[in-house]
DNA sequence: CGCGGATTTGAATAGTATCAATACAGGTGG
DNA sequence: CCACCTGTATTGATACTATTCAAATCCGCG
């Protein structure tokens, strides 16, 4: 309506977040302009390589983030190596854990990420101002909890085939929301993790990993390509191999 | 203060609240006066024995409740009939999942069970109304994301042995909260599960769950009568079982 | 072309599950 | 009060799934 008129206090969207995928379907979502642009001031863009420890375990946290691009994989660690992937963070997901000093898991760029990092203490702030950042905030963090108990179903009670399955089905939904819907659609994409990923991700080793990946390429279930790219025909007929 | 007088909109608190746990602890909390007495008025305690559905799968919700005693398990089915338990709500736990229609889990009584019943539709007002309330919810839903991912690790990753160590750990630390600090404090329980949901929860099968535990009792890290007692002498050496 | 990391494949082993039998506790009725 | 019954838990023998260790293959890249 008014876009060639602005007063001080209230101008329009800061030029960055107005192609951000975070500016809609992210937390900033919640945010009134001027919130926006207060943010975008202390905001901070970066890229960091697939590997890169983002924050370490039991490490002060100074930084909130979103996540751009790619993917960032949050994992536990016990103290002789064994290591569990607790939760894969994509765009627009927010990446911190409010009210706590020191997180209990450490995050770890999965593939090439982009973040939009913020100082801890302007998000805070902001939390308490805006009731609509907190709705936000909640949102996000009740369907991580959803996920991560759809999770809890599958590495306690699947088989090493039904993991494998619903992990590429997760994966795939992923990529394209609008499979989730359309069951007939084909499906393909590249994955953003190694295999090594996958074991940690489904409380299996490499190998059986491997393992069932070939079954399901000779069940004609996926095809797959130069080992990252995966391609499901039917959808229907891989979430028949998932135990659902 | 000004305890002996109250005006029309802002009296004391009501008379069933001011013992009640959640009152403090809970969410009722972070709730004002006003809105205590309101929701006291549409309130409803109840009994539930023990193995009472309490809201199945996919079952539409019409009421949230509090955890006024006993635990409540929540779990989710396959259709095969494979059982996860994905979470244990003590009071003063909050039990229902805001902004959707149908839990994807299903709520039973694990022990008796007393609870403090809201419609659905207060709680959603309050909600929005107060920035305390949304921000209590915000850090449950929290906690119980770091609970999920906790045990994400031991789903994955731990041995049979290490998961039922974990188990008990968790159950002694959750009624005796102090035992978290104190590690050479002794502490003993009745355990509110059935081997059954044990095996559920460590998404193992009875007989492995008891065969571990036979092992922590002869080797000195727990003592069991009547199969549902355990005294732990030291928590710490559980704590080494555990694989931390 | 050849190197190094990632992935697949193979054979032997270990850890849980499964199936079956037994023990125990609490409650009921003779 | 005891014998019985039922549901819960323990113990034992065997089968099977996934892990472990080892080797081969594939892939990207200099």
């Given amino acids: ?7 001080i206090h209230n101008s329009d969207t800061p030029e960055l977040c107005r192609s951000c995928e975070a500016r809609h379907r992210g937390i900033c979502g919640a945010l009134s302009p001027d919130q926006l642009i207060t943010l975008n001031r202390v905001a901070n863009r970066k890229e960091f390589a697939a590997g890169t420890e983002l924050v370490g375990d039991s490490e002060e946290i100074h930084n909130y983030s979103n996540v751009l691009s790619g993917v960032v994989k949050l994992t536990k660690t016990m103290i002789d190596g064994r290591e569990q992937i607790v939760g894969l963070q994509f765009a627009p997901d927010f990446l911190g854990r409010p009210f706590h000093k020191e997180s209990h898991v450490s995050a770890e760029a999965a593939s090439n990420v982009n973040l939009c990092l913020f100082p801890k203490t302007t998000i805070e702030r902001m939390l308490n101002e ?3 950042l907190k709705q936000k905030m909640l949102e996000q963090t009740l369907s991580e909890l959803d996920e991560a108990r759809e999770w809890m179903l599958t590495l306690g009670r699947k088989t090493a085939g039904e993991k494998v399955a619903s992990f590429v089905l997760m994966i795939a939904r992923h990529i394209d929301p609008e499979a989730e819907l359309d069951n007939s659609k084909p499906v393909s994409f590249d994955l953003p993790l190694t295999r090594a990923d996958m074991a940690d991700f489904l409380g299996l080793t490499i190998e059986t990993v491997s393992r069932q ?6 069940a004609g279930v996926v095809e797959i390509e130069h080992n990252r790219h995966f391609s499901i025909p039917d959808m229907e007929r891989l979430d028949r191999f998932s135990g659902s």
């Fill in 1 to 7: 309506m008014s876009e060639d008129r602005k007063d």
């Fill in 130 to 132: 805006s009731s609509n």
């Fill in 213 to 218: 990946l070939t079954k399901l390429r000779k």
